[in-house]
């Protein structure tokens, strides 16, 4: 069965600041896709990015990285100098191609208070 | 930019009333789906729509729900007689291939 972990419940920073966030993923599929959303006080689900298990390789965006490790089912999400904007809640979610049915699982999400 | 549009944005119902949801996928993708997000809680799977019919539900999605897609560009949940356990967010999404989602922005959902 696929899972999705996110060890932090909830983490604050002071602005400029970088701050991780953890995700470390469970499956069997050797297709699947890994995302990080953004949810911001106002509810909506912002897509930070999706990743598929084929590349390996970190991605950087600005002030956000990822970090991918297939060896410990990891895909961690990086903010360099923080600021109070990125104060949300943070999922991390798991799609495999072939789970049909519940195929997009989010893990609990980490809560990230960013203090000017 | 396609996006997936939901409507209303917030909806108040009193318990025991129905409510429908609505969204418009992307207009070329095949799979439709709802997810549900009670406040500060994760987001959880509710059902999958393709081919004009349900492919997976979760134990969740009881005999109150329902889904439906009445022309072809609309995507509907309807549940029948809201319970204040009903309150949450509501998300819909929908995909052209099973692993390349797109969300809506949500419809909160606030049962009286």
């Known amino acids: 069965a696929q899972k999705v972990t996110q060890a932090q419940t909830e983490i604050s920073v002071v602005e400029k600041e970088d701050v991780t966030l953890d995700c470390v993923y469970e499956?069997?599929?050797?297709?699947?896709?890994l995302f990080w959303y953004k949810q911001p006080p106002s509810g909506e689900l912002v897509f930070l990015i999706r990743?598929?298990?084929?590349?390996?390789q970190n991605e950087i965006s600005g002030r956000y990285s990822w970090n991918f490790q297939k060896s410990t089912s990891s895909f961690n999400f990086t903010i360099t100098a923080s600021q109070v904007v990125d104060s949300a809640v943070y999922f991390c979610a798991l799609s495999e191609e072939f789970n049909y049915g519940q195929n997009f699982v989010f893990g609990p999400g980490t809560r990230l208070s960013v203090l000017p | 930019e396609p996006e997936v549009t939901q409507t209303p944005s917030h909806q108040v119902t009193q318990m025991g009333q129905e409510v429908i949801l609505r969204c418009v996928p992307i207009?070329?993708?095949?799979?439709f789906y709802w997810y549900r997000q009670i406040l500060g809680q994760k987001v959880e799977f509710l059902v999958s729509?393709?081919?004009?019919?349900?492919?997976?539900k979760s134990e969740i999605f009881d005999d109150q729900f329902s889904v439906e897609r009445p022309d072809g560009s609309n995507f509907t949940l309807k549940i029948r007689s809201t319970k204040l356990e009903d309150s949450a967010m509501y998300f819909c999404?929908?995909?052209?291939?099973?692993?390349?989602?797109?969300f809506g922005s949500g419809t909160r959902l606030t049962v009286v």
């Open positions: 207009s070329n993708h095949l799979y």
């Open positions: 499956t069997r599929d050797t297709t699947y896709y």
């Open positions: 990743r598929n298990s084929f590349d390996e």
């Open positions: 729509f393709y081919n004009n019919e349900i492919s997976e």
């Open positions: 999404a929908s995909s052209e291939a099973r692993t390349d989602y797109t």
